[in-house]
C-alpha cells in the first residue's frame, strides 16, 4: 500500500521569504506526485505534477517541486512568497493501477506581513 | 472557467438518518470521484465512478453508501444511515481521462455533521 507523509501541519513565514513545504512518500510501484492547494472556502486546485521525464516541475505562480526518488520526496519550494499564498496545501500520489489520489495530511502555509 | 460545485455546503443531520451530497461535475468530464476529510485526519478516497459503474471504491464505502448519477449533470453520494464517524467533509472530484496522471478537479466540498 502507499503512503503520502506531510510532516508539518503548519508554516508560519513572512512575506518574501523563501518557503519549503515537505512531502514524502512511501510505494512499491511507479507513482505520479501532486501538489494541490486549498484556498479558504474552495475546493482542492491542481499547483503541479509529476508524471514522468524532468524532476524538477513548476507551477504558473512560482512554485516548483523536485521529484527526488532515492528520497522518496516530492517537496515544494517557493523562493519568495506573498501574502496571497496563504492556504492549505496537499501532496498527493497516485499509481499506475488507478487512478485514485492517496493524500498526506496537508500543510498550512501562513504568510505573515 | 469551468467548475465542480457541491450542494448543500454544510448538512446537518441526525444519526440513522439517510442523507444524500450532490455535485455537479465538469460538464465534458467522464469520471468521477467521492473523498472525504474527517477533521485533522486525511484526505481519503471513497469511490471512482465511470460509465455508470464503480470503477474503485475503498474499505471505507461499505453498504452504507451509494452513488449515482440521476441525469445528465449530477453526481450523487447517498449515505443511508449516518453515523457519528461519517461526520467529515466530503468532496467530489472529476476528470476528463481516467489515467493515473489526468488531473482531477475537486469542488469546494460539503461538510456533514452527524449528531
Known amino acids: 500500500a502507499q503512503s503520502v507523509t506531510q510532516l508539518d501541519s503548519q508554516v508560519p513565514v513572512f512575506e518574501e521569504a523563501p518557503v519549503e513545504l515537505r512531502c514524502n512518500y512511501s510505494s512499491s510501484v511507479s507513482v505520479y506526485l501532486f501538489w494541490y492547494v486549498q484556498y479558504p472556502n474552495q475546493g482542492l486546485q491542481l499547483l503541479l505534477k509529476y508524471l514522468s521525464g524532468s524532476t524538477l516541475v513548476e507551477s504558473i505562480n512560482g512554485f516548483e517541486a523536485e521529484f527526488n526518488k532515492s528520497q522518496t520526496s516530492f517537496h515544494l519550494r517557493k523562493p519568495s512568497v506573498h501574502i496571497s499564498d496563504t492556504a492549505e496545501y496537499f501532496c498527493?500520489?497516485?499509481?499506475?493501477?488507478?487512478?485514485?489520489?492517496?493524500f498526506g495530511t496537508g500543510t498550512q502555509l501562513k504568510v505573515e506581513l | 472557467e469551468p467548475e465542480v460545485t457541491q450542494t448543500p455546503s454544510h448538512q446537518v443531520t441526525q444519526m440513522g438518518q439517510e442523507v444524500i451530497l450532490r455535485c455537479v461535475p465538469i460538464s465534458n468530464h467522464l469520471y468521477f470521484y467521492w473523498y472525504r476529510q474527517i477533521l485533522g485526519q486525511k484526505v481519503e478516497f471513497l469511490v471512482s465512478f465511470y460509465n455508470n459503474e464503480i470503477s474503485e471504491k475503498s474499505e471505507i464505502f461499505d453498504d452504507q453508501f451509494s452513488v449515482e448519477r440521476p441525469d445528465g449533470s449530477n453526481f450523487t453520494l447517498k449515505i443511508r444511515s449516518t453515523k457519528l464517524e461519517d461526520s467529515a467533509m466530503y468532496f467530489c472530484?472529476?476528470?476528463?481521462?481516467?489515467?493515473?496522471?489526468?488531473?482531477?478537479?475537486f469542488g469546494p466540498g460539503t461538510r456533514l455533521t452527524v449528531l
Open positions: 472530484a472529476s476528470s476528463e481521462g481516467g489515467g493515473p496522471g489526468d488531473t482531477q478537479y
Open positions: 498527493a500520489l497516485s499509481t499506475g493501477g488507478g487512478n485514485k489520489l492517496t
